[in-house]
């Protein structure tokens, strides 16, 4: 029979009584007990008499407890419940101290975003030129000359260099040479207008040999080898022969080469050191290609490559090299020089000629030479930041660690209870650890949120197109690893130290008083402070050097000076031109000359051999002189300083035949304190085979000396340079009126749209122009910059909680001290004082630590700022106000709080 | 007559994983009354015993429950899931060897039906 509710309300209110409580084994109990008695009553008994029986079948309360006691102990003992246990008591406190939870993992999230986004930069960086599968077999030829008061260590060689290199020797299975002439005008054989393309080179049929750039259309083996041939990237078909086939196609080139397309190749990748789109064959008679046909080893202008035979020793190859210049390049030099030239004295008289190779692997980060196609990345960016990753994951940890060891101390009597109550101490340390990594990995996931929101605006500063690599499982299995790891790292010291409390001296309170202030959480401080203020000194240093460069005083003015590019577009107009412009009411001055002095693919460079007149022509009086023409208006539009003499002039028609010389100029040619009508002598014509013919000798007479201006940049000195009279149409350069600007353009570009309809007109600012020089270093410090102030920002971040916290802790004293008295300011002062004692602790490990690293930056510079006591006080001064107003902020809170709330109740 | 609970302990498993697997859904008060049955009374399974087992079983993941509302009670029944079907041959093959190996080390028949 069925039992009543009343008969079943009895048994669970009994069972309930005995003891029978816990859950998921309550309900089973009831049932199991109703349906016995239901089988007792059913044999003849009554409720009381069955229920009777059934309890004493159970065996009574004792009984019954054992049962639920044994069920419960098989349920507790599975890990898996034991985990839920840990991760809840982690959630509950993460939750129950909000703020801190959040600084911890806000701070840690945007050190651990952070350091993706420059790890990435990293790996972009090291990758470069990886896409060529022969890359460790293919090496740059650089040559380095000391002489007559140049230095220049150049990626240019000769242009005979790659044949006889390949000549001699057998380890080389192929060469390629380029040689880049700036920017050209293209058009269609059908167009009309004139596009200026930039990444255009003359280079040898070997190129798809050697680089692994993909061709679409076409033959790799045979596209190059015709005269007259080019190949050009996708990108360009696209754009000139848009829906057909470029193939067999023609493109003109700055007006008067034809070049037929024979292959087509996929754009050259991101990660690479040269990026063309135009590829010309140096074969035929055009005169580059005839250039590159010459056998005169003395000029040197070809970027040449050597791919090695598999297995050979770079090393050995290179040390043949000094032979090999004395084989080609000896008897060249003492041809003109007269016969007693020979390398072997040429070097002992503090001269140097030598030919080294750079691995195609290394010229991204390691060459800076000139003659480089693109300005290339720097291994000490590379090294500054790694350096700058690692402190920001240094600084978002140690907050992590300090918060956790300094919370703890909270949860010292929770130790002790969980002792009390049977937990182990490998229990404790389990549950810490999850706890800290349970919020670090919260922080990884928002990290990697950051990551996609920031990555955009990094990438628009460095000009790269870095991207998470979302696809691959390795970057969801490192930054899993990771997390875990800096986890474990940052929880291991807390959880240790935590769950070795003895639980009696925690419960009596003994312990917690201890632990507010510890010497590792101090030391740890200190640390973060000292690669705080270290940061700022070198992003103040960074900033005054690139300040410095920019405001130093050049030699001419930049300002106010408008370059209207490509000058020989206006042929035969390009004197009108100049006329016309110079007619412009707010123009002050016209000068054409392709030469400018900041460098750039628009600027030109000419590099020459002269002598003082009277002096042989031998090693010990040659100077090498940068041999700039321009009109009679150069000196005077560019605002540079005549020093002695006079500027050009058409009212003294000698002046065909005169140079104005730079100061370093007339130091080199030793022409004392009167150089003015002084001659300098230069070798005027060539031999057949192209080198200078020693027979015919060209004067110039110095008529005027102008200031040293810098030419190149600031990394390097200023060579002795010349102005010569006569036609170099690179490009027209005026200078204007302030306040004009726009209205000068439109009638500049009027005028040029008259005289050279077709020909695209481009122009740009002297000034910019001149900070592009410096565009890389400005983006790079930018960069420095966003990350040591994500660096500060994170290390108060921590800072503002440490105090918070001990603020907090000391709540009740702060209560008595105001009681018994105290003043706000002093309790201020008493808060503050232990964090001010850390901070110069700090700057004086800071400083000589700063001091090292910038004067190691600074190095590379020729003209340097200086950096004085100054920058370290003020980067002290400004971490301490920043450390300051964070923890005053907290501080002044505490201080001003009504000591009643905090004694009350106790 | 009954069995001593110590020789019980051992087969405890075995006796509600092959309960289980001929009767199929089953709650545990009849668990007992079954193996009581078949026992001709003489193995009383003790509650106390029984629901560790079974709870255990189930976070072993041989069995699986249900839960059915039987006017003001709650009852929880137990089935076995696939791996528990695997299981439930082979503790009664395994215990069959034993019995086997009991009778040689005992010298004794056993018989076998």
Redesign the interface.
């Given at each position: 029979m069925?039992l009543t509710?009343d008969h079943?309300?009895y048994i669970?209110k009994d069972l309930n009584n005995r003891g029978i409580v816990a859950e998921?084994?309550q309900?089973?109990?009831?049932?199991?007990v109703?349906?016995?008695v239901e089988?007792e009553i059913s044999n003849g008994k009554n409720f009381v008499e069955a229920y009777q029986e059934i309890l004493k079948?159970?065996?009574h309360t004792s009984?019954?407890r054992?049962?639920q006691k044994?069920?419960l102990?098989?349920?507790n003992q599975?890990t898996k419940i034991m985990l839920k246990n840990y991760l809840t008591i982690a959630w509950r406190n993460l939750r129950k101290q909000g703020i801190y939870s959040f600084i911890n993992i806000v701070g840690l999230a945007t050190g651990v975003a952070a350091c993706m986004v420059i790890v990435l930069f990293i790996i972009d960086e090291l990758s470069y030129d990886k896409f060529n599968t022969k890359a460790n077999r293919i090496y740059r030829v650089n040559n380095e000359i000391k002489f007559g008061g140049n230095h220049m260590t150049m990626a240019y060689s000769p242009a005979p260099f790659a044949h006889s290199l390949q000549q001699d020797y057998p380890e080389i299975e192929a060469t390629v040479r380029f040689r880049t002439l700036g920017s050209y005008l293209v058009k269609t054989s059908a167009g009309k207008e004139s596009i200026k393309e930039r990444k255009v080179t003359w280079t040898d049929s070997t190129f798809f040999k050697i680089f692994s750039v993909k061709v679409l259309e076409g033959n790799p083996n045979t596209a190059l080898k015709a005269p007259a041939s080019i190949a050009i990237s996708k990108s360009m078909a696209e754009k000139y022969f848009p829906a057909k086939s470029a193939l067999g196609e023609t493109l003109i080139l700055d007006n008067k080469y034809n070049g037929k397309v024979t292959a087509v190749f996929e754009d050259i990748p991101a990660t690479s050191h040269f990026h063309f789109d135009i590829l010309i064959a140096m074969v035929g008679d055009w005169p580059v290609a005839k250039e590159a046909q010459s056998t005169v080893y003395l000029s040197n202008n070809f970027q040449t490559y050597l791919l090695l035979k598999e297995g050979v020793d770079p090393k050995g190859l290179e040390a043949k090299l000094p032979g090999f210049l004395k084989k080609y390049v000896g008897p060249q030099v003492a041809q003109i020089l007269g016969g007693e030239f020979t390398m072997e004295k040429f070097k002992a008289s503090g001269n140097k000629y030598e030919t080294t190779l750079t691995p195609l692997l290394d010229i991204h980060l390691h060459s800076d030479l000139q003659g480089e196609f693109e300005p290339n990345g720097s291994i000490t960016y590379v090294y500054l930041f790694s350096t700058i990753a690692i402190f920001i994951l240094a600084i978002a940890c140690i907050n992590f660690m300090n918060l956790s060891t300094a919370r703890s101390s909270n949860r010292a009597k929770e130790v002790g209870v969980r002792k009390v109550m049977g937990s182990l101490r490998s229990h404790l340390v389990r549950q810490f650890l999850m706890e800290s990594t349970l919020v670090t990995i919260f922080s990884f996931l928002l990290a990697i949120g950051l990551c996609f929101l920031f990555l955009p605006v990094f990438n628009n500063l460095s000009l790269k197109q870095l991207q998470l690599p979302v696809e691959s499982p390795n970057f969801y299995l490192i930054l899993f690893i990771s997390s875990l790891l800096i986890g474990l790292m940052a929880g291991l010291y807390p959880s240790f130290f935590l769950s070795a409390f003895k639980p009696v001296d925690v419960l009596k309170g003994q312990v917690s008083r201890g632990m507010k202030s510890g010497t590792i959480r101090s030391t740890l401080v200190v640390f973060q402070f000292v690669i705080s203020i270290a940061l700022i000194v070198g992003a103040i240093t960074v900033n005054r050097q690139l300040n410095y460069i920019q405001n130093k005083k050049l030699g001419f003015a930049k300002d106010q000076v408008i370059v209207v590019h490509d000058g020989y577009a206006l042929r035969p107009n390009v004197q009108s031109f100049k006329n016309e412009i110079s007619k412009i009411s707010s123009i002050e001055s016209v000068t054409v000359s392709g030469f400018l002095p900041v460098e750039g693919a628009d600027s030109w460079r000419n590099d020459n051999t002269f002598w003082k007149q009277g002096n042989q022509p031998t090693t010990e009086n040659l100077v090498s002189l940068q041999n700039w023409t321009a009109d009679f208006d150069y000196i005077k539009t560019l605002g540079m300083k005549i020093k002695l003499g006079r500027d050009f002039s058409i009212q003294f028609p000698s002046d065909s035949s005169a140079v104005v010389l730079n100061e370093k100029g007339i130091q080199q040619f030793e022409l004392g304190n009167d150089p003015i009508g002084k001659k300098i002598s230069t070798f005027d014509g060539q031999l057949p085979d192209g080198s200078p013919d020693p027979s015919k000798v060209k004067y110039w007479t110095v008529i005027g000396v102008v200031e040293d201006f810098h030419f190149s940049s600031m990394k390097e000195g200023i060579h002795p340079l010349g102005v010569f009279p006569g036609k170099s149409d690179g490009s027209v350069i005026l200078r204007f009126n302030a306040g004009s600007t726009e209205q000068v353009i439109e009638s500049i570009e009027k005028i040029w749209k008259q005289l050279a309809p077709s020909q695209p007109f481009q122009y740009s600012f002297l000034d910019e122009d001149f900070g592009r020089m410096y565009a890389a270093e400005q983006r790079l410090s930018k960069i420095f910059f966003v990350f040591a102030g994500l660096a500060i920002i994170i290390a108060c971040l921590g800072l503002f909680a440490l105090t918070a916290f001990t603020a907090e802790q000391r709540t009740k004293e702060i209560g008595i001290r105001k009681v018994l008295g105290a003043s706000v300011s002093s309790i201020v002062v008493l808060l503050s004082k232990e964090f001010g004692k850390l901070l110069i602790i700090a700057f004086v490990i800071a400083a000589p630590l700063a001091w090292f690293g910038v004067d190691w930056w600074l190095k590379s510079y020729t003209y340097k700022t200086e950096i004085g006591v100054m920058v370290y006080l003020f980067a002290g001064v400004i971490t301490f106000v920043i450390a300051w107003l964070t923890m005053g902020y907290q501080s002044i809170r505490a201080a001003s709080s009504d000591p009643v709330k905090s004694l009350r109740s106790e | 007559m009954t069995h001593s609970s110590e020789l019980l302990k051992g087969t405890l498993q075995t006796i509600v994983l092959k309960v289980l697997k001929d009767y199929g859904k089953t709650?545990?008060?009849?668990i007992?009354?079954r193996v009581k049955a078949l026992s001709d009374g003489s193995i009383?399974l003790?509650?106390?015993?029984?629901?560790?087992t079974l709870?255990?079983l189930e976070?072993e993941g041989f069995l699986k429950t249900e839960?059915i509302i039987?006017?003001?009670?709650?009852?929880?029944y137990y089935m076995l899931t696939l791996l528990g079907k695997s299981e439930a041959k082979d503790r009664v093959s395994e215990f069959i060897d034993f019995m086997r190996t009991m009778g040689a080390v005992l010298q004794v028949e056993i018989n076998r039906q």
């Open positions: 069925k509710n079943i309300n669970i998921g084994i309900e089973e109990l009831i049932d199991h109703c349906s016995a089988n079948s159970f065996g009984g019954l054992e049962a044994q069920t102990l098989f349920e599975k | 709650y545990g008060y009849e007992t009354q009383a003790t509650e106390g015993a029984l629901y560790p709870h255990k976070a839960k039987v006017g003001k009670r709650v009852r929880k």
